[in-house]
């Protein structure tokens, strides 16, 4: 301070030194690198954004190898300064872009500034074979309340996914207050081991304009839509931003993306506001299925997941149309329609589900995000409750597609899985089911009763986690319903069909993943 009087000071004991320099020196050794991140720019395979809030300190490097040598900086084999930096909400966001990575590998990373070394943390890169299966947990809406944010966020680092789709609303009003406590509270997705899962976010209404998205994630369009490709050819994200005119520059890209890539197998779609809300309380976003929903059915987008609602949404696969049959310019196609899939839960406040639509599959209330695999044969989605995270165990590193103890999945009348099933692949028949397509031993012809209801009767002889799917003509499964410990003994079950599109129908009795019966079942 300018023109103050020296202040006193006293001379310690050099013991007394020697122990407040032990207590400090721990603190003093690690610099101050904050509010980690990681996201994708280009190929996920082999490359990898890391971001971090430079707290305090300069000349910032990080350090990184397959080989995890901690904090002795000098061991690392590789080494980068960072490729940007950019002030906002409050925050140095400095990001180093990490080109030519081996796919599908784990790599160790350290930061080192001027003030110290940064714990030791680890990312993965996506594979680049497409008979690699994928986890992944999409969600959305995490304003507002801070404990329920922090249950789906424990939850991530406990499912390990190979990242996390985010749909938009990170925060209530866009401050640099709330930014920081959103990044500090991201922390908690970190794994146990310090491995870091990549973030595929998008803008949602809350976020004022695209900048906190550029500058906080560096995302690879400063328009805040784009597209990335996991495992080569397996599975296409396209980002979409609906700030910002749907139609113009933004379809025109859509179009000409998803026909340059029709030898991906699986295309999925994340973008904020919905197109037809399962809430009331938000406006209907015609000119989305104008310019969207059209490309979708056009180019065989499978998977779409909608946000802003904050409510629990899943729908049968359906397309455009305003022919007989169709609801609010949409109508259900099991053949050839999109599954949407949403809307928000991750924090926001809660809304009433009071505005289901004849083509919803099932709908609720709740804090949640989806569970996602992908593989060549079929896309299965789980609803997962996130509240109660400390109740629930991390998943098996080896397995990590086997659900941990704790973890609640989501069971509607209609199933706890969703699975869009790929009518090209081998083989088409849900995997496991050990059926054969001649197989007609055990058949029984079943039709619905007058309310639509279908009646099957099985009988166990020791005690079986059962099974029972509905599969369509083309071959794709519909519906499942799991009983994951029955006794021995006769078992009678009925299922609603009376929404199911005409058309011949197979139903499947799986027990300990052996066929048990099978019904065939004609719809008129």
């Not at 989806?370 to 509240?387: A, G, L, M, P, S």
């Amino acid at each position: 301070m300018p023109n103050s009087a020296p202040q006193p000071y006293f001379l310690l004991p050099t013991s007394l030194w020697l122990v407040l320099v032990g207590i400090l020196l721990p603190f003093c050794a690690f610099s101050r690198v904050e509010r980690l991140r990681a996201t994708w720019r280009t190929d996920p395979a082999t490359s990898m954004v890391i971001g971090w809030d430079q707290v305090s300190g300069g000349r910032p490097v990080i350090f990184y190898d397959q080989t995890d040598h901690g904090q002795n900086t000098a061991a690392y084999r590789f080494q980068s300064p960072p490729s940007r930096a950019a002030r906002s909400k409050a925050m140095n966001n400095v990001f180093a872009r990490l080109e030519g990575l081996q796919p599908n590998t784990v790599y160790y990373f350290v930061i080192q500034d001027t003030e110290g070394v940064s714990k030791r943390y680890s990312f993965k890169t996506a594979p680049d074979n497409p008979n690699e299966r994928l986890s992944i947990v999409a969600g959305s809406d995490s304003r507002n309340h801070r404990l329920a944010r922090c249950d789906a966020n424990i939850l991530v680092s406990k499912l390990r996914p190979l990242c996390v789709i985010f749909g938009g609303d990170m925060t209530d009003d866009d401050s640099d207050t709330e930014w920081r406590e959103w990044f500090d509270d991201w922390q908690l997705t970190i794994g146990s081991d310090g491995r870091i899962f990549p973030i595929i976010p998008a803008r949602g209404n809350h976020e004022a304009s695209n900048e906190p998205l550029v500058n906080c994630f560096d995302v690879p369009s400063e328009d805040v839509y784009y597209a990335l490709t996991l495992g080569r050819n397996l599975f296409r994200l396209y980002t979409l931003n609906t700030q910002i005119p749907s139609g113009g520059e933004q379809r025109d890209w859509l179009g000409r993306d998803l026909q340059a890539n029709q030898d991906v197998t699986w295309r999925m779609a994340q973008y904020h506001q919905a197109m037809r809300p399962h809430t009331a309380a938000k406006y209907e976003r015609e000119d989305l299925i104008a310019q969207w929903a059209t490309l979708f059915h056009k180019y065989k987008v499978q998977l779409a997941m909608e946000s802003d609602a904050h409510v629990v949404k899943v729908t049968w696969p359906i397309r455009p149309s305003k022919d007989p049959g169709s609801y609010e310019s949409f109508i259900r196609d099991d053949a050839n329609g999109t599954v949407y899939i949403g809307e928000g839960g991750w924090g926001a406040p809660l809304r009433a589900a009071d505005d289901p639509k004849p083509w919803t599959r099932s709908y609720g209330r709740f804090n949640q995000f989806k569970w996602i695999f992908v593989d060549q044969d079929k896309i299965e989605i789980r609803t997962i409750k996130t509240e109660g995270s400390n109740r629930v165990a991390e998943v098996n590193p080896n397995n990590i597609f086997e659900p941990p103890y704790g973890l609640v999945i989501w069971s509607p009348k209609e199933g706890d899985v969703v699975r869009i099933m790929n009518p090209n692949s081998r083989p088409q028949t849900p995997a496991g089911s050990n059926i054969a397509q001649n197989n007609t031993s055990n058949v029984a012809n079943i039709s619905p009763d007058i309310n639509g209801n279908v009646h099957i009767d099985y009988s166990l002889s020791e005690t079986a986690q059962v099974q029972i799917i509905l599969i369509n003509s083309q071959m794709q499964e519909m519906a499942r319903l799991e009983y994951p410990s029955q006794i021995p003994g006769p078992y009678k079950k009925s299922l609603d069909l009376s929404k199911a599109p005409s058309g011949e129908y197979s139903l499947i009795v799986k027990a300990n993943n052996k066929l048990n019966r099978r019904f065939v079942i004609m719809i008129p």
